[in-house]
Nanobody, 118 residues
């Protein structure tokens, strides 16, 4: 079955960096675009960015543009989110999914918590 396992979260000081990983399984990863999403308590899940199936193109929302980088390794069926210049407002749980499944609200993993605090 489809599964996403996010990891790499933790506590980091403002201005610091973290690299999140998302191991995917149960579908044809190499032909699927992937996205990173985040959801703060009491708020709707929001898009962070997406990457096409080959990894040649990525899109970012304005709030993370220039600070976050999405990459992928199709041989490992894993997508990454490199986060730098982290801000307290980046504190939340981060998830990965394919954009189409995210739109349908299915196959969410457990997410990984990122806390930016001094």
């Amino acid at each position: 079955q489809v599964q996403f396992v996010e990891s790499g979260g933790g506590l980091v000081q403002p201005g610091g960096s973290l690299r999140l990983s998302c191991a995917a399984s149960g579908f044809d990863f190499s032909t699927s675009a992937m996205g990173w999403y985040r959801q703060a308590p009491g708020k709707e899940r929001e898009l962070v960015g997406t990457i096409n199936n080959s990894g040649s193109f990525a899109y970012y929302v304005d709030s993370v543009k220039g600070r976050f980088t999405i990459s992928r390794d199709n041989t490992k069926t894993t997508v990454y989110l490199q986060m730098s210049s982290l801000k307290p407002e980046d504190t939340t749980v981060y998830y990965c999914n394919t954009p189409s499944w995210a739109y349908r609200g299915v196959y969410w993993g457990q997410g990984t918590q990122v806390t930016v605090s001094s």
